[in-house]
């Protein structure tokens, strides 16, 4: 039998002018490889289908993932049988059949068959699966005979193959095989190498625009680290020598590669030395560009290990079924995936649930073997899939299987066009596979085809115009423990982040790692503008002005350092702890004197929240010093809030005066109604309240940068509409402390024994001249003096009204208690009776 194949292959050599002495030896290799691949046994390697017609497509399928070769020895067995691979065989002869029985007929003269092999996702298996579909040749491993040679060899059963699915896989048939393959998943860059693989071209894009699809996600989020897990097989090592090529081109940085062999287990030290980079690594985004079953390994000890980072998916797991849906995956942190475009098979999923009533073919027959035979008439819930037959629709998935469907459909166009088909004969029946390569050449260069709503064409290289869609698993919307595969809207995500954002001054320097930075200052004779290099300085270095509010002059080498602070607030000045102390010490003596006259002609109760929001008041003061933070913008609005809660108190206070001091029955019947102090409170600080809150949730006041020459100035920005705002808070405060201002000039001239009324009148009247004079140099002011003009307004408001309403009462129950009692009140009002009589 050897020397048979030997003298065939020489005459093959001889006859055809095609084959060089090279291809010659390239051959004799070649059948070495085939005679060692038929001879070693193995179990469960068979699976195929077969159905006759006029024209044969071969199908190479993974229907089993794995088999035992690197763990147990002796025959080869297939293991872990794929359910959505399965599925895929019969999207392959339910295309085959409808175009078969399509009305009218595509190809009327012709039928279309099919031989479909399981290939185990195998390398050598799939080797012998091409050479079997090779099979009516005398000399597989011939090489394709120019038409214009005669020649007696038989031409083959099959005329075009789709598969195979892994791209290591695709790389090894390509070679063996000269006839015209598609592709539905081999997504590898090696293949588009034309001068290599001519007759290879594919439904699903390349991993060019993957590489290029996760280069744009990781700029889009501005990660600056990243890791990559790839694989020792085609598409892992060329996907991952892309990525990094691209990285380096862009300065982003790889923290670690892992390239996983093929030996790759849960128990290898590979897998042990992979978790540990994993859990120490300080990369933003770990990439894992590899095959599914490997991702599963990882993840699965990912879960055990509890780690949380974000994950990068490349198309063969991001929308695996399998994972998603791993008991404690979605502790793993966010997954961002990559998918092909999806398009649901039109009719496959009618076709399945009805597939069992009198469809047959060997691989639907194992199947049926595999699951015991069970055809139950339940109804199947898609949260919880098993392998029985009424849920096999749940595993149908949409890119794979479209891209089948149109491989399908594509290689019946061609053979329309070949052929020259009309609705009702063909010209031709008779043709050779050299003639389908031509065409497929051909078309794949030059032809638009429209398979349903989608427009597909080839460039030079066989690669569709077809792309990706990003795809994110959101665990927030999962259901029964598993997450929710939607469609991304690029948004900004929280991402494990080591960078550091530099000030003026300082560089950034490599620490902790190789992708983890700090910042660190430049040399004197260097200078940086906060973009984390530092530049040599030609002339001079001069130093950078940080203008605000109790701000510091910071020179780019951090040397000299002066506090610019209002006053009040040097570190060094004991004023500063005057104005806290006061509040403990007026609430100590109000609260040892309460319940006496002095105490009630202030208010009662209502002097504690007065003194409350004082307190408040002057807090707000502390919002205006230093760096603005998007927290410490909210000075104005609080003190609004704050200052109209002490003006209504003042107010009820003023009415209880007008009303207990008013000898005018028409004034006292007018004032009457307006005596309920807690609807006054509650109704006029509760509208300011209103219009404070708004502001802070709908236009809120932002922190902002801007440099000016040789000054970087940090302020709290506002809007146009925020200014709105500010003028209805400033105004409706305004217009309150006028109106206390009329209610106290009023009361001024009534027998008041404390001079409430006339001590109002005047820190009212500091009030309205603090903020009529205010506003104006509000807003012409620019810098660090527009917070400092703001603190000072505040405190002189609150100032005003602590030392005219508050202090002076606090005088009178030290040091004058004498007038403290209800009988100076009595004799007060005697007096002023007499003088009206």
Known sequence: MRRAFQEKAHTAGVESTACTSDSTMFLLKLLVTFMSVF????????????????????????????????????????????IQTFLRTQVMIYSIQEINQRTPRLLPNLTLGYDIYDTCGDVSLAIRATLQLLKDQSDPQRCLIPASINSSLPEPETKVVIGEAFSEVSVAVARVLALPSISYASTSEQLSLKYKFPTFLRT???????TQA??????????????????????????????????????????????????????????????????????????????????QIILEAVIEKNLNRTWIASDTWSTSSTISEKKGIKSIGPVFGFIFRQKEVPGFKDYVTSMFNGTTNNILSYYQVFTNGSKDDMKCNCKNKTADPSCLYCYIDHDESYNIYMAVQFIAEGLRILLKCNNQSCERTKFSAVEVNKLIMILDQNINITVNDTNIYFDENGDPSLGYDILFWNTSESKEGHPVLILLSLSQVSVFNCSRTCQPGQRMELQNGKCCHGCVDCSPQEYSN?????????????????????????????????????????????KRTIVPLLFPMIAIVIGLNCGTPIVKAIGGCLCYVEMASLLL????????????????CV?????GISFSL????????????????????????????????????VIISGVQLGVSLAWLIVLPRLPSVEQKESTILYQCNMSEESKKFFAATIVYNSFWGLVCFVFAFKGRQLPDIYKNASLI????????????????????????????????????????ILGCHLAPKCYIMLFRKEINNQNAIKFCDFMSMKSTL
């Not at 020895?73 to 297939?78: L, M, R, S």
């Not at 699903?204 to 993957?210: A, F, I, L, P, T």
């Open 530 to 574: 906060g973009n984390g290099q530092c530049y040599i300085c030609y002339l001079f270095c001069f130093c950078l002005k940080y203008n605000f509010i109790l701000s510091y002059f910071i020179c780019h080498q951090f040397e000299a350092i002066r506090s610019e602070a209002l006053g009040l607030y040097q570190d060094n000045d004991p």
């Open 39 to 82: 001879h070693f046994s193995s179990e469960n390697t068979d699976l195929h289908a077969y159905l006759d017609g006029d024209v044969i497509i071969g199908g190479l399928f993974p229907v089993h993932a794995k088999t035992n070769r690197t763990t147990d020895p002796g025959p080869i067995n297939c293991t872990a049988f794929n």
């Open 761 to 800: 009148t005047v820190s009212m009247v500091l009030f309205l001249i603090i903020w009529i004079v205010f506003l104006p140099i509000y807003l012409t002011l620019d810098g660090k003096y527009k917070p400092a003009i703001s603190s000072a307004a505040i405190l002189i408001s609150c100032i005003s």
């Open 214 to 295: 996760i280069y744009e996600l990781v700029k889009n989020f501005s990660w600056q680290s990243v890791a990559i897990v790839g694989s020792i097989d085609g598409y892992g090592k060329f996907g991952t020598d892309s990525l990094m090529q691209l990285f380096s081109d862009n300065n982003i940085c790889v923290d670690f590669v892992e390239i996983l062999p093929d030996t790759f287990d849960k128990n290898c030290s590979t897998a042990r030395h992979l978790l540990e980079k994993i859990e120490n690594s300080t990369a933003e985004a770990i990439i894992m560009f590899t095959q599914e079953i490997n991702v």
């Open 635 to 639: 000075g104005i609005p609080i003190f």
């Open 646 to 681: 002490c003006i209504s108190c003042i107010l009820a206070n003023l009415i209880q005066i007008l009303l207990g001091f008013s000898f005018d029955p028409r004034v006292g019947s007018k004032i009457k109604k307006l005596n309920h102090p807690v609807a006054v409170v």
């Open 617 to 632: 008041g002057f807090c707000t003061t502390f919002t205006f010093i230093g760096k603005p933070t998007q927290n410490s």
């Open 204 to 210: 699903v894009s390349s991993d060019k625009h993957q």
